[in-house]
């Protein structure tokens, strides 16, 4: 099968549109009046990529191409990933700061916060 997809020159894909747009430029290349071997060996290709579970037999078989598919993935996820990590190191900070700010509220006593509230600040009930 790997052969087909060769002869096709088709990378591993389940799309039969593709299978089609390569058969189709593998007759330019190799129409039947000129080169009758290659027609042959197209045609065959074709045929058996084309019959039920043929290319999914290919594409199972062919080994994957992992510099594209990661570079893929980079172009749809790299963006978004970036963006999250920003979002999740600002909450760190925010809890690093409110963590700062319990530890400093927690050594004050009553009085000690009143007094740093500001002169509007009252001990008085009532």
């Given at each position: 099968?790997e052969?087909?997809?060769?002869?096709?020159?088709?990378?591993?894909?389940?799309?039969?549109?593709?299978?089609?747009?390569?058969?189709?430029?593998?007759?330019?290349?190799?129409?039947?009046?000129?080169?009758?071997?290659?027609?042959?060996?197209?045609?065959?290709?074709?045929?058996?990529?084309?019959?039920p579970?043929?290319?999914?037999r290919?594409?199972?078989?062919?080994?994957?191409?992992?510099?594209?598919?990661?570079?893929?993935?980079?172009?749809?996820?790299?963006?978004?990933?970036a963006r999250?990590?920003?979002?999740?190191?600002?909450?760190?900070?925010?809890?690093?700061?409110?963590?700062?700010?319990?530890e400093?509220?927690?050594?004050?006593?009553?009085?000690?916060?009143?007094?740093s509230?500001?002169?509007?600040?009252?001990?008085?009930?009532?």
């Amino acid at each position: 099968m790997e052969d087909a997809l060769e002869a096709l020159e088709l990378a591993p894909t389940l799309d039969r549109g593709a299978l089609k747009r390569a058969y189709f430029a593998a007759l330019a290349k190799h129409p039947p009046h000129s080169d009758a071997e290659g027609f042959r060996r197209v045609r065959a290709a074709y045929e058996a990529l084309l019959a039920p579970g043929g290319l999914e037999r290919a594409f199972a078989a062919a080994p994957p191409e992992v510099e594209s598919l990661l570079a893929e993935y980079r172009a749809r996820f790299d963006e978004a990933l970036a963006r999250a990590a920003e979002t999740a190191q600002a909450g760190a900070d925010d809890a690093e700061r409110l963590k700062d700010f319990v530890e400093r509220l927690s050594r004050l006593d009553w009085r000690d916060a009143v007094a740093s509230a500001g002169p509007s600040a009252s001990l008085s009930r009532g």
